[in-house]
């Protein structure tokens, strides 16, 4: 029985040739980037065209990409987790069209093989209330300056970027070759006495705290609200969702950390975790000029000395990590020192095993 519960069956939406060779597949190749070519078994081919996208779409925007897929696809298309705009055709013949098309509208065709990505990010300023910089604003100027490394495999192996707006790690940046973090610096002493008790509820906010430094507390006037032990608060907004009378953002505290060397994938070594590159850089919007800079500099100096297929985490362990700071010029600080005490779960964590 049809019903509208639940999101709808995916395999109605795929190409018919998919839809005929699905677990048939026999090898893919790049083409070249941002042009991928899938044969399957019986002969049949599949063409992808991979073209990045800003992420936040207009309708109008929405609605170009379908216009494509309908002339050139079938109306086939789909969008990939880090934003990329997929064009699906059995036709070689509409590939190039297709890929023209998509550049004069202002979209850059890239994005595979040893290319950089396009970043998956957060929400930012726009959305999102507890960010500590923005998303789409620097992502934007990060790919500006990288658009080459997008649309060219300059690069020794697949590289990837995530955007993480605050602490709470949405964009999942603790597996990438660079991870970018927006940090706040200090707790949301800014408490709207006036207002708790109407927005928040006491339980819930007290709760809402991992490292449990909020308590509750009793102006002089008699009103019932709450007090940050600055100690214990490691800054990360928890509180500012359930209660809106705890704002953590900050024009001078909140910056960007950098990470890298994190990966997801168990090829040649295992999975990493991202570790701490840059602890601190200060917002400066429009353009984020010093994250920018920062950001290329890591990629030049991993794309110069690294091997053939060897990912950022893999190259840094091979030369160790004083050669990485002393190769990028960034210093050593305290702040580099990994005092965390739940660690130890979490080392040795791979299904790679040697006897």
């Known amino acids: 029985m049809a019903t509208d519960i639940g999101p709808p069956d995916y395999r109605t939406m795929l190409p018919e040739v998919i839809k005929k060779n699905y677990g048939k597949w026999k090898y893919h190749e790049i083409l070249k980037p941002g042009l991928l ?32 897929a309908d002339k050139y696809c079938d109306g086939h298309l789909r969008f990939t987790s880090r934003h990329n705009i997929e064009f699906l055709t059995a036709d070689k013949s509409k590939v190039e069209p297709l890929i023209q098309e998509v ?15 396009n970043i998956v990010h957060t929400q930012g300023w726009v959305h999102c209330h507890t960010p500590a910089t923005d998303a789409s604003g620097v992502v934007k100027a990060i790919m500006d300056e990288l658009y080459d490394y997008f ?7 697949k590289f990837r970027i995530s955007l993480a707006c605050c602490g709470n790690m949405c964009g999942a940046i603790h597996c990438s070759d660079i991870g970018i973090v927006g940090m706040h610096t200090k707790p949301p002493t800014r408490i709207d006495d006036k207002n708790f008790m109407t927005w928040c509820e006491v339980p819930t906010t007290l709760s809402s705290c991992p490292t449990g430094a909020i308590r509750r507390y009793t102006t002089e006037d008699g009103t019932k ?3 940050i032990d600055e100690e214990k608060c490691m800054y990360c907004g928890n509180c500012y969702t359930v209660c809106a009378a705890l704002p953590i953002a900050d024009a001078e505290g909140d910056g960007i950390a950098i990470f890298v060397g994190g990966k997801v994938s168990n090829a040649r070594t295992r999975p990493k975790f991202s570790k701490l590159a840059i602890p601190f850089i200060p917002n400066n919007p429009p353009r984020w000029p010093e994250v920018v800079s920062a950001v290329k500099n890591i990629i030049e100096v991993y794309a110069s000395h690294a091997r053939k297929g060897e990912r950022m985490g893999d190259w840094i362990e091979r030369v160790g990590w004083p050669t990485f700071f002393r190769l990028t010029g960034i210093p050593f600080t305290e702040k580099h020192i990994d005092d965390f005490t739940g660690a130890l779960s979490t080392y040795r964590t791979t299904t790679q095993f040697k006897w």
């Open 37 to 68: 070519k899938h044969v399957a078994e019986g002969g049949d081919e599949l063409y992808t065209v991979r073209a990045g996208s800003p992420r936040l779409l207009s309708i109008d925007t929405v609605r170009d990409f379908c216009d494509i």
């Open 103 to 117: 550049s004069k509208l202002g979209f850059p065709v890239g994005g595979t093989g040893t290319c950089i990505s």
């Open 151 to 157: 649309v060219e495999e300059k690069l020794p192996a």
């Open 225 to 227: 609200t709450v007090r």
